[in-house]
């Protein structure tokens, strides 16, 4: 397709850039910036202690002064620069990224456009504008503020490479995939997958394969080798990415509900003293940082209750290669269980429910378009394939570890792209325009209704879930058999 950026198009697409921003603003000023008891993340106040330790010149250190690597390092830099520049106050971390939500639509624009025509990506460029699960991160202090524009470019500049293999689209390619690699655990299988696809598949002589190939590699290790030896100096070993991936995997098969361990009382006694509309949000996540345990230690404590009577690693990385051993010993010597985790989280990718049993208003209204136009596309669908792939490896991604409407909804944009397709083919098909009006607000009226239904939703799906057979939980004591029936929590 056809890709000039007209006068017209920019001007419709500054437009589109402009509301975006503005919706992510209002949304970040007039949100209550202390999250209720059910909706509350450790990660977020996670995130400020080591954004404000970047920033205070401590360095990238745990709550006992210890060099870490249990977090991605990207995000906790990007607050450590808003921080330094404009002091501890966690607004202007939102802030910068409602700024950034002009990205978004952009990106996702010029994503389609190597598809459709002006009006199908405008469509879709609106959509990413306005998508309330893109809009609602923007007020929250999540790795998904950078790692969304990030994947949005990865995905834009492998599309682009697949019809021109240049030597500047390679390295661009890299610089970006690098970027996301140093964010988010999702993007690392990329780095192996998309220079392996390109290096066979490419369609250009071999030894330019091999050329470009390498430049993409190249430029992605420049942009990871910070990281790599900054981790080689404190933990005398070589690590691309994190620390925390043997306990992830772990965790994604013998899944821990962490809320059981949160320590929240002191926080909230704070918000209580005070008045919510006077409690500060810097005030509350010190308060939470310092009654709870994060990354590797945080994750050992649960783990301990499997294991009462072993002894674990004290170094982050030997703890995390211990437990990844520990997991692949598990997952091999019972067949079974992996297969039926397998399937659970191969449908439970699928869900409408986030991990709070909240209903995903943005997906369910997406879904349906998605689905549609796929159904529409079919006899075209080699062309797409690439841009499905992206889709398709979330999909593959969740069900190996764990599927989770938070790591899918990166992916969605895919979602909207073809969606946005379905919706411009849906009013020129069918006729009066009255029609596909309707169709649009029966969508809309039926997931306003699950959403104000969810509890009943969730019986469904759960009771659906059993009658396949697979296991459904009640409470964290049929996770953690070792937890006394008193200390039991629901889960969900």
Known sequence: MNSNFSYQNRKLLIVIAVVAVIIRLIFVIVQDPIPELSEIDLDEADFDFLGNNIAAGVGYVDKYGNPTTSRFPLYPAFLGIVYFIFGHH?????????????????????????????????????????????????????????FLPLLALVILFVLRLRRDFSIRNAALAGFTLGLACLTRGSAVPMMVLIPLWFLLFGKITFFNRLKRTAIMVGVMALTLSPWI??????????????????????????????????????????????????ARQEV???????????????????????????????????????????????????????????????????HFLDDRANFVFSYGVMLPFFLWGLWLLRRR??????????????????????????????????????????????????????????????????????????????????????????????????????????DSREVY
Request: aromatic fraction near 16%; charged fraction near 20%; hydrophobic fraction near 50%.
């Open 381 to 486: 669908l080699r062309e797409f394939w690439l841009l499905l792939a992206f889709f398709l490896y979330a999909w593959g991604l969740e069900t190996l570890f764990m599927a989770d409407a938070r790591f899918r909804m990166p992916f969605e944009m895919v979602m909207i792209v073809i969606g946005a397709y379905a919706m411009v083919e849906m009013f020129r098909r069918m006729k009066p325009v009255i029609v596909p009006i309707a169709l649009v607000v029966f969508v809309l009226g039926m997931n306003l209704f699950l959403s104000y239904n969810v509890d009943s939703l969730r019986f469904c799906i759960r009771k659906a879930a059993t009658i396949l057979g697979l296991k459904v939980a009640e409470t964290s004591k049929d996770y953690i058999p070792h937890l006394k029936d008193g």
């Open 284 to 350: 509350f996540n010190r308060i939470l940082v310092e009654d709870n345990l994060f990354g590797i230690p945080g994750a050992a404590e649960g783990i301990k209750l499997y294991y009462p009577d072993e002894e674990f690693p004290e170094n982050e990385a030997e703890f995390s290669r211990y437990m990844m051993d520990k997991a692949k010993t598990e997952l091999f010597s019972n067949p079974r269980f992996l297969a039926a985790k397998t399937v659970k989280e191969f449908l439970r990718f699928w």
């Open 229 to 278: 030896i900054r981790n080689y100096i404190h933990l005398n070993r070589i690590m691309i990415t994190s620390s925390s991936g043997g306990v992830v995997l772990w965790m994604s098969y013998q899944w821990i509900p962490i809320g059981h361990f949160f320590e929240l009382d002191r926080a909230y006694a704070y918000v209580d003293s005070v008045g919510r509309e006077n």
């Open 90 to 146: 966690i607004i202007a971390a939102y802030i910068m990224q409602a700024l950034l939500g002009f990205t978004i639509p952009v990106i996702v624009y010029f994503i389609s456009r190597e598809f459709f025509d002006r009006k199908i990506s405008l469509l879709a460029a609106g959509i990413a504008a306005v998508y309330p699960s893109y809009v609602v991160y923007s007020g929250r202090l999540m790795t998904e503020n950078l």
